[in-house]
């Protein structure tokens, strides 16, 4: 189960190293590159809600299943795909493969182990797989796309899913089918709204807000969104509760949780090319450039439950997101003369840092205070809210990129050759993204200044007891 769960989060961030050579290889342009990730993390996103929910209804583990083999044959057909439209479409597939066995994964390993040690342990080790699944995916991909090629970060999920689907059924016990209804409407209308509002951005960044298309994309987002809003409110069981929306705190951490993450998609989807266009590192020196980052996180995301034991989760969120915002401005002055020592393992060392430290206590403040009856879709609405936060984020942050890269290429420098031109007009691109992540950080900031309560959690706590046992035992 955990190697599944590892596939599906390192899905995310694996192609990020690749995003060069996937570009060369199937000849997209810089703007609508970033549909090799927005194609699976809306997909995935937009869909998460229904998978637990298919869980529930048919089995968990038979939705496991079904999801890995998906995920897997999509792999192999990504691998394989000879255009950018066949690339984009086995990676939506991917996203609704993961979208399916991601729910699965956590509800499985609870009902596998019985409560106290053996069950903390476990999700230990599963806290620890998924906090670091994404840096590491950075790492894993340069290694991959150096000594073999970009078609082997989708490859190499081929032979995990396969060892998944064989071995799954002998070790894992399927789960008590439970009465209910799927909400496909409410799926559909989420989903193809929100992929409208991101091809909207995207559109923009090519062709300009005035654009027929892109007009007409707004328009059907704001149909669809507002056709899922209409549904939720009327449907038997909604796939998405509007009212876990009526706490002020916790919708204010899934509005934290989606500008802090609209930045992080940006940066590195940003910052993976820069290192590789502009200062011309290799894919695995790429990869091993973020290594700093991954470490940091994953060290200071172990220590924040033993923080939350002490402090409000407040506190900690303002704590985290304070050098997050000043390593993202510190990026926003990045141009063709900034090397890696000087001008950008600091501001990934302080991205690191806040990152590992903000994340806990936003999640500790969407789950304080759910109804027992509503903790399943709570506890999928932070992920939900993490992957379209990355989808609308990355997708506005190419439109900026788009809009000031074309200033750029209009002012050429004086006496400047090709290669110059074209990195100055990179970097003032990617300055001018990361600038626009910084305000997204800053909001964040202030959403939790203003929206979130400053309460200390009790001690004695569930929901505390646990946090803190799971930070004790990540390592092991």
């Not at 009465?179 to 496909?184: R, S």
């Not at 031109?421 to 993204?433: D, E, K, P, R, Y």
């Not at 646990?466 to 035992?473: D, H, K, P, S, W």
Request: charged share 10%.
């Amino acid at each position: 189960m955990l190697a599944a769960q590892l596939m599906v989060i390192l899905d995310a961030t694996v192609v990020n190293i690749a995003l060069p050579h996937i570009a060369t290889g199937l000849h997209f342009t810089s703007t609508n590159l970033s549909w090799v990730l927005n194609g699976y993390t809306l997909t995935f996103g937009g869909l998460l809600l229904l998978g637990g929910r298919a869980g529930d209804i048919l089995g968990r583990r038979r939705v496991f299943l079904a999801g890995i083999g998906l995920f897997t044959l999509a792999s192999l057909a990504g691998g394989l795909a000879t255009s950018a439209p066949l690339l984009l479409a086995a990676r939506a597939a991917q996203g609704v493969g993961g979208a399916l066995a991601s729910p699965a994964v956590l509800a499985l390993i609870v009902s596998s182990f019985p409560e106290g040690r053996q069950r903390t342990r476990a999700l230990a080790i599963y806290t620890g797989v998924v906090t670091a699944g994404g840096s590491l995916g950075l790492v894993l991909g340069g290694v991959i796309t150096e000594w073999l090629s970009w078609r082997w970060v989708l490859f190499i999920n081929v032979p995990i899913g396969i060892a998944v689907v064989t071995i799954g059924p002998l070790f894992v016990a399927e789960t008590k089918r439970q009465p209910g209804h799927f909400d496909l409407t409410g799926a559909i209308t989420s989903t193809a709204g929100m992929a409208s509002l991101v091809y909207a951005f995207i559109r923009a960044a090519s062709a300009g807000w005035s654009n027929r298309v892109t007009i007409g994309a707004l328009l059907a987002a704001a149909a669809l969104l507002g056709l899922f809003l209409v549904n939720e409110t009327r449907a038997r069981q909604p796939i998405t509760p509007l009212r876990l929306f009526a706490d002020t705190s916790r919708s204010g951490s899934f509005l934290a949780r989606l500008l802090l993450v609209a930045g992080m998609f940006g940066m590195f989807f940003f910052l993976t090319q820069f290192v590789q266009e502009v200062l011309g590192f290799s894919p695995l020196r790429a990869g091993i450039a973020f290594l700093p980052m991954t470490i940091l996180l994953f060290g200071v995301s172990r220590l924040a439950p033993r923080l939350l034991a002490r402090f409000a989760p407040k506190p900690l969120m303002v704590a985290g997101l304070l050098p997050v915002i000043a390593g993202m401005a510190w990026l926003a002055r990045v141009s063709p003369s900034t090397g890696y020592a000087t001008g950008i393992l600091g501001p990934m060392l302080l991205l690191g840092a806040g990152l590992g430290l903000a994340f806990v206590p936003l999640t500790t403040a969407s789950l304080a205070g759910v109804p027992p009856q509503d903790s399943g879709a709570a506890s999928s609405m932070v992920n939900v809210m993490q992957q379209l936060g990355g989808s609308l984020g990355l997708a506005a942050l190419v439109t900026v990129f788009g809009t000031a890269s074309r200033n750029a290429a209009a002012h050429p420098l004086a006496g400047a050759t090709r290669v110059a031109q074209a990195h100055h007009v990179l970097a003032h691109g990617m300055a001018t993204s990361f600038a626009v992540a910084a305000i997204f950080d800053a909001c964040a900031l202030l959403v939790v200044l203003v929206a979130i309560r400053g309460r200390k959690a009790a001690p004695a706590a569930p929901a505390a007891r646990v946090l803190v046992a799971v930070g004790e035992e990540a390592a092991d």
